[in-house]
């Protein structure tokens, strides 16, 4: 597969979550109720965000050749993702919209930068974009009542 089917995915994908974030009133925006840990939609923004910054770091050693694809753990996932549910609840709904926005541009750049398509590569790319933006859209219409989870 090519980067540009890749990357046709991938906006396939985010023009369906963006969607879905545009169908949350801005009254419920920080609402702490699309799952069942307490989630609002902007803290499933800004964590969607943090992957797509992550994945774009990650991108950039691959291109680099100091990528190292044993330092990711479970454990490390988590503390993670708990780090930028903590620190999105500390923003303001203007900047993890742009964070939201700059992450998947610079994900977007580092991926279309790539000289070598890796199976590393296209893992990042396909975990942090397409197949994470399907997983948070499907939370997003089902607690917008749009279809069951």
């Known amino acids: 597969m ?7 995915a991938e906006d396939e994908a985010w023009r369906g979550l963006c969607a879905e974030f545009d169908r949350v009133p801005i009254a419920r925006f920080e609402e702490p109720t699309v799952t069942p840990e307490g989630w609002s939609a902007k803290d499933a923004m800004f964590h969607v965000a943090g992957w797509m910054a992550d994945c774009a770091h990650q991108l950039e050693r691959m291109r680099a050749g100091s990528f190292d694809p044993t330092e990711e753990s479970r454990e490390s996932i988590e503390r993670q993702t708990q780090a930028w549910l903590e620190l ?5 709904p203007v900047d993890v919209r742009s964070a939201f926005a700059d992450s998947r541009r610079r994900m977007c750049e580092a991926f279309g930068d790539l000289q070598e398509l890796t199976p ?25 009542g749009g279809d069951p989870a």
Do not use: K, N, P
């Open 2 to 8: 090519s980067v540009q089917r890749f990357m046709a």
């Open 88 to 92: 999105s609840r500390t923003m303001t």
């Open 120 to 144: 590393d590569a296209i893992e990042w790319f396909g975990e942090s974009g397409a197949l994470h933006y399907a997983a948070h859209a499907q939370h997003l219409r089902s607690w917008l």
